[in-house]
């Protein structure tokens, strides 16, 4: 991990604070945002923005295996997703690993090495990187291995999964697509036949299972919701066991309720940048327009991130200022993360500059650290630090 940068004072730049762009500086020591002093950096012209916290996604999958058949190392991936992360202005991720009865990438064999290499890259990480668990609610003969994974692990975020239903349909419907998954699986087509036939078969042992898995995730202090809730009665059942984040639900029905229940929506940024769903399913920005959307999530694509606030701020759906709170301070909240995604002093500087003619992220601090720099940006930074030196020298 680099070391924390000296103490700096970040000048002439619009800066979000308390939910407006203003005319601010921002001084930074000892890895979090400070009240005064430091050394100047000029940064007129650019923007600083609390830094992106991303609730799911699941890209990470691409720099493991970029091919269906072509897998390279857990901790490369890893490694290499973190140096993505940085550059996309995200500092605080949970990446969505599948606890599946399918297997291959998305078994208990895949997670736990998932798992493993992100602590095992913990102390030469860019960002904070978490694991959130994509939990099949019909992989109920794996419940108790579950619950000792995430406790060996410090798991903090896990969501219920129920795409059975969806598999089911694709192996009556669409059998070059089920050939496709199994192959993605390491499956021969029957394999994968055989597994989703056990998988139903369990059905009636689900509820208890969800239970349980409820009760052992409040034990531990996990934080968990469901994923794709297809109905109102799907996300009351899971609001009901303690399952409170609506992830993508499917419909408006699905997310009023969640609104009702008073639990928070999340929903995908490529939804917004390509303006609807990839599989159909309600557009974002219709649930954004209605009040029914919290925090904005990378889904399958980092860079959709900060593309969906500026997409967001393009349709006149909200200001930047409010935009960019859905993938920073709107996260940080549901997570009770008190102490990051926002700008202020105490918080963790984890922080982004932007250039607002380009949108482009120039630079990237995640507690106090140079995560990454570019273009100008970096020659101001890198000419302060090297003054300092030679002024220490």
């Given at each position: 991990?680099?070391d924390?940068?000296p103490?700096?004072?970040?000048?002439?730049?619009?800066?979000?604070?308390?939910?407006?762009?203003?005319?601010?500086c921002?001084c930074?020591?000892?890895?979090?945002?400070a009240?005064s002093?430091?050394?100047?950096?000029?940064?007129?012209?650019?923007?600083?923005l609390?830094?992106?916290?991303d609730l799911?996604?699941?890209?990470?999958?691409?720099?493991i295996?970029?091919?269906?058949t072509?897998?390279?190392?857990?901790?490369a991936?890893?490694?290499?997703?973190?140096?993505?992360?940085?550059a996309q202005?995200?500092?605080?991720?949970?990446?969505?690993?599948g606890?599946?009865?399918?297997?291959g990438?998305?078994?208990?064999?895949?997670?736990?090495?998932?798992?493993?290499?992100?602590?095992?890259h913990?102390?030469?990480a860019?960002t904070?990187?978490?694991v959130?668990l994509?939990?099949e609610?019909h992989?109920?003969?794996?419940?108790?291995?579950?619950?000792?994974?995430?406790n060996h692990f410090g798991l903090?975020?896990a969501?219920?999964n129920d795409?059975?239903?969806?598999?089911?349909?694709?192996?009556?419907?669409?059998?070059?697509?089920?050939?496709?998954w199994?192959?993605?699986?390491?499956l021969a087509g029957?394999?994968?036949?055989?597994?989703?036939?056990?998988?139903?078969a369990?059905?009636r042992?689900?509820?208890r299972s969800?239970?349980t898995?409820?009760?052992g995730?409040?034990?531990?202090?996990i934080?968990?919701?469901?994923?794709?809730?297809?109905?109102?009665?799907?996300?009351?059942?899971?609001?009901?066991?303690?399952?409170?984040?609506?992830?993508?639900?499917l419909?408006?029905?699905?997310a009023a309720a969640?609104?009702?229940?008073?639990d928070?929506?999340?929903?995908g940024a490529?939804n917004?940048?390509?303006g609807?769903?990839?599989s159909?399913?309600?557009a974002?920005?219709?649930?954004?327009r209605?009040g029914?959307?919290?925090a904005l999530?990378s889904d399958?694509?980092?860079?959709?991130l900060?593309?969906?606030?500026?997409?967001?701020?393009d349709?006149?759906?909200?200001?930047?200022a409010?935009?960019w709170?859905?993938?920073?301070?709107a996260?940080?909240?549901i997570m009770?993360l008190s102490?990051?995604?926002?700008?202020?002093?105490?918080?963790?500087?984890?922080?982004?500059?932007?250039?607002p003619?380009?949108?482009t992220?120039?630079a990237?601090?995640?507690?106090?650290r140079?995560?990454?720099?570019s273009?100008?940006?970096a020659?101001?930074l890198m000419?302060?630090?090297?003054?300092?030196?030679?002024a220490a020298?």
């Open positions: 991990m680099p924390h940068l103490p700096l004072r970040l000048t002439g730049a619009k800066t979000l604070i308390d939910g407006q762009l203003a005319d601010s921002v930074i020591a000892g890895g979090v945002i009240s002093g430091g050394a100047e950096v000029d940064l007129s012209g650019y923007l600083i609390p830094g992106i916290i799911h996604g699941d890209g990470f999958e691409h720099h295996r970029p091919r269906p072509a897998a390279f190392p857990v901790s991936g890893i490694a290499s997703y973190d140096r993505e992360a940085a202005g995200v500092t605080t991720l949970w990446l969505a690993q606890w599946s009865w399918e297997g990438h998305r078994g208990p064999e895949m997670a736990e090495a998932v798992l493993q290499a992100v602590a095992d913990r102390p030469l860019l904070d990187q978490r959130q994509r939990v609610t992989f109920v003969e794996a419940v108790p291995r579950l619950l000792q994974v995430a903090d975020y969501i219920f795409h059975l239903d969806d598999g089911e349909q694709m192996r009556r419907v669409q059998p070059e697509a089920f050939s496709l199994a192959r993605k699986l390491g029957h394999e994968l036949e055989a597994r989703l036939a056990a998988a139903k369990g059905a042992a689900v509820p969800l239970c898995l409820a009760q995730f409040d034990r531990l202090g934080r968990f919701g469901s994923h794709d809730d297809p109905n109102a009665e799907t996300r009351e059942f899971y609001s009901m066991i303690g399952a409170r984040i609506a992830e993508f639900p419909n408006r029905r699905a969640a609104r009702a229940m008073g928070p929506i999340l929903m490529p917004v940048v390509r609807g769903s990839q159909g399913n309600i974002a920005v219709d649930l954004i209605e029914l959307c919290d999530v399958y694509h980092l860079p959709a900060p593309l969906a606030a500026w997409r967001l701020a349709l006149g759906l909200c200001n930047l409010r935009a709170e859905m993938i920073s301070a996260p940080a909240r009770g102490d990051r995604g926002r700008i202020a002093p105490g918080q963790r500087a984890d922080l982004v500059i932007m250039n003619e380009t949108r992220i120039c990237t601090f995640c507690g106090g140079l995560a990454f720099a273009g100008d940006v020659l101001r000419g302060k630090h090297a003054v300092m030196r030679l020298e």
